[in-house]
Antibody, heavy 120, light 107 residues
Framework: EVQLLESGGGLVQPGGSLRLSCAAS????????MSWVRQAPGKGLEWVSGVSGSGGSTSYAGSVKGRFTISRDNSKSTVYLQMSSLRAEDTAVYYC?????????????WGQGTLVSVSS | DIQMTQSPSSLSASVGDTVTITCRAS??????LAWFQQKPGKAPKSLISAASSLQSGVPSKFSGSGSGTDFTLTISSLQPEDCATYYCQQYNSLPLTFGGGTKVEIK
């Protein structure tokens, strides 16, 4: 059974940093790309970032490029999202999602999400 | 970035009805289109990929069609458990982008 467990969310001040983690199990982690998708309160879904199965290819939404960094540790079956220079508009539930292949394409399984609140 | 436009933004239908949601891409995306269902307070669930391929375990009451720029998600025999917000997503090119969502309610 595929399981994705996000952690690391919380309250942070504007301009601060936070690192999210997503521990995966139930599949061959290195064979699949991973993505982070967020949802601001009462809003729709926004794809944030993705990383290929090998970790050699990454991509970002324009809204976070230069501030967020995605990475993965295939030995630990974990994907990370390092977030810096956080803004109020980054407040959202952040979901980790498993890709359907090694490259960054659509997703089939999602975690339950972790809430990030950016406020002073 | 490719813009995805869903319509309607919300709909209300009776139990047993067939409902259709439309998704339009700002550029041609072949069949690189996915559909997701999200119930309140829950994580999204993948329904369809490649425009028309049902994910494992998804009931056949859900169907998808389309190619290029215009796509549809059809839900047949609407039931109370189908009440949710539905999103389309293109994965033809990065960054991946979602439609704004369609909220489906029972009349």
């Amino acid at each position: 059974e595929v399981q994705l467990l996000e952690s690391g969310g919380g309250l942070v001040q504007p301009g601060g940093s936070l690192r999210l983690s997503c521990a995966a199990s139930g599949f061959t982690f290195s064979s699949y790309a991973m993505s982070w998708v967020r949802q601001a309160p009462g809003k729709g879904l926004e794809w944030v970032s993705g990383v290929s199965g090998s970790g050699g290819s990454t991509s970002y939404a324009g809204s976070v490029k230069g501030r967020f960094t995605i990475s993965r540790d295939n030995s630990k079956s974990t994907v990370y999202l390092q977030m810096s220079s956080l803004r109020a508009e980054d407040t959202a539930v952040y979901y980790c999602a498993k890709g359907q292949g090694t490259t960054i394409i659509s997703t089939d399984y999602w975690g339950q999400g972790t809430l990030v609140s950016v406020s002073s | 970035d490719i813009q995805m436009t869903q319509s309607p933004s919300s709909l209300s239908a009776s139990v047993g009805d067939t409902v259709t949601i439309t998704c339009r891409a700002s550029l041609g995306i072949s069949n690189y289109l996915a559909w997701f269902q999200q119930k309140p307070g829950k994580a999204p669930k993948s329904l369809i990929s490649a425009a028309s391929s049902l994910q494992s375990g998804v009931p056949s009451k859900f169907s998808g069609s389309g190619s290029g720029t215009d796509f549809t998600l059809t839900i047949s025999s609407l039931q109370p458990e189908d009440c949710a917000t539905y999103y389309c997503q293109q994965y033809n090119s990065l960054p991946l982008t979602f439609g704004g969502g369609t909220k489906v309610e029972i009349k």
